[in-house]
């Protein structure tokens, strides 16, 4: 497990189903070109998150 998983925001059960489609939160926003240590990157892998669990 990459030392950046440990940066995951607190998620729902479901933002936790799709991050496991994904195998990691780390897997799930370098596969959008975001970097989980950044920041602004995290809020914007969260609104990708939201908008994929209500799709």
Same mark, same amino acid.
């Given at each position: 497990m990459p030392a950046t998983d440990s940066l995951q925001p @607190?998620?729902? @059960? =479901? =933002?936790?189903a799709v991050i496991k489609t994904y195998g990691s939160w780390t897997n799930f926003m370098q596969s959008y070109g975001l970097k989980p240590w950044d920041d602004d990157d995290v809020q914007e892998g969260m609104a990708i998150l939201r908008g994929l669990v209500q799709a």
């Open positions: @607190p998620l729902t @059960p =479901e =933002e936790r």
